[in-house]
């Protein structure tokens, strides 16, 4: 599995950036693909999940903020993220069951 994650940038703080995660090889066992994230000096978080099924998980610090979605023709796994805040600037990460892509930045100024 391949994955190329795309989208970051910098943002003033309420805007909105979305994340994109491109998939290629053998996918289509995996049953569960994720957005993480990593801030300077902080642990990695899960910030959002979606099953095969459906089944959709966020972090409490992005309910209602963030929406995680797919488009299986595309292969591509998304992340919406709106209502940014500093405290979001982080490394994001897209994972399809156990392998992590390249992180892609986003900086969230005040």
């Known amino acids: 599995v391949q994955l190329q994650a795309s989208g970051g940038g910098l943002v003033q703080a309420g805007g909105s950036l979305r994340l994109s995660c491109a998939a290629s090889g053998n996918i289509f066992s995996i049953s569960v693909m994720a957005w993480f994230r990593q801030a300077p000096g902080k642990q990695r978080e899960l910030v959002a999940q979606i099953t095969n099924g459906g089944t959709i998980d966020y972090a409490d610090s992005v309910k209602g903020r963030f929406t995680i979605s797919r488009d299986n023709a595309k292969n591509t796994l998304y992340l919406q993220m709106n209502t940014l805040k500093p405290e979001d600037t982080a490394v994001y990460y897209c994972?399809?069951?156990?392998?992590r892509g390249q992180g892609t930045e986003v900086t969230v100024s005040s």
């Open positions: 994972q399809y069951g156990g392998t």
